[in-house]
């Protein structure tokens, strides 16, 4: 008897236990080490705006891969990826203003500096079937002559190119970029033809080619 009401005892403490809370989205946990506050909390900043941006272009045109740009990353990697991952962010509904959301959001995001161009590509896993990461970075690359594929796989890559003061500018090569990613895009039917583009819908940020 006594073994019974230890059993019926547990089995009530099981279903009185309270579910557990759903877990808050990330917060942004600083820079990484050697990395400058100020320019990763305003590259950060650009990113989460950029991503309610692009979520927004999104929703409202049913695009899912786009082409902008980062201009406080300063062409640093490291930086451009700290906006990618702030753009990808899921939204807290506790934050003042909406950052982030544009998660299932393919996008290319370039930043030029004064010496190089910096490149960051992210394919949701979604989305693996109509996109590669690598392979749209290394076609970019290649339309614009050439420079670093710093690394990648199917769903992210990384790319660089360094200005000369010569033949290679990084402000140049951004808007080389930005119609290079756009051509591939196109080419994977991953982009409006100009008889396919809407008239209704625009996005505010002219630096997004969607």
Same mark, same amino acid.
């Given at each position: 008897k006594e073994e019974k009401k230890e059993e019926k005892k547990e089995e009530k403490k099981e279903e009185a236990a309270p579910a557990p809370a759903p877990a808050a989205p990330k917060k942004d946990e600083g820079?990484?080490?050697? &990395?400058? !506050?100020? +320019?990763?909390?305003?590259a950060v900043k650009e990113g989460g705006k950029k991503g309610v941006e692009l979520a927004g272009c999104a929703d409202m045109g049913g695009l899912e891969f786009f082409t902008t740009q980062i201009?406080?990353?300063?062409?640093?990697?490291?930086?451009? /990826?700290?906006?990618?991952?702030?753009?990808? #962010?899921?939204?807290?509904? #506790?934050?003042?203003?909406? +950052?982030?959301?544009?998660g299932l959001v393919g996008k290319m995001l370039l930043s030029s500096g004064?010496? /190089?161009?910096?490149?960051?590509?992210y394919v949701p896993k979604e989305k693996g079937d109509k996109a590669d990461a690598s392979e749209w970075m290394k076609s970019v690359l290649a339309s614009c002559g050439g420079g670093e594929f710093v690394e990648g796989d199917a769903l992210t890559a990384k790319g660089l190119i360094k200005g000369d003061g010569e033949t290679r500018f990084p402000l140049k090569d951004k808007?080389?970029? /930005? !119609?290079?990613? &756009?051509?591939?895009? #196109?080419g994977k039917g991953l982009f409006p033809q100009a008889d396919e583009e809407e008239d209704d819908w625009v996005c505010e940020d002219d630096t997004i080619e969607w």
């Amino acid at each position: 008897k006594e073994e019974k009401k230890e059993e019926k005892k547990e089995e009530k403490k099981e279903e009185a236990a309270p579910a557990p809370a759903p877990a808050a989205p990330k917060k942004d946990e600083g820079p990484p080490a050697g &990395v400058d !506050a100020k +320019k990763w909390k305003a590259a950060v900043k650009e990113g989460g705006k950029k991503g309610v941006e692009l979520a927004g272009c999104a929703d409202m045109g049913g695009l899912e891969f786009f082409t902008t740009q980062i201009e406080a990353a300063d062409g640093d990697l490291v930086l451009i /990826q700290g906006a990618m991952d702030a753009a990808n #962010k899921e939204v807290d509904p #506790k934050d003042e203003e909406a +950052k982030g959301g544009s998660g299932l959001v393919g996008k290319m995001l370039l930043s030029s500096g004064s010496g /190089q161009l910096g490149l960051v590509c992210y394919v949701p896993k979604e989305k693996g079937d109509k996109a590669d990461a690598s392979e749209w970075m290394k076609s970019v690359l290649a339309s614009c002559g050439g420079g670093e594929f710093v690394e990648g796989d199917a769903l992210t890559a990384k790319g660089l190119i360094k200005g000369d003061g010569e033949t290679r500018f990084p402000l140049k090569d951004k808007d080389t970029c /930005q !119609a290079a990613s &756009v051509s591939w895009l #196109k080419g994977k039917g991953l982009f409006p033809q100009a008889d396919e583009e809407e008239d209704d819908w625009v996005c505010e940020d002219d630096t997004i080619e969607w």
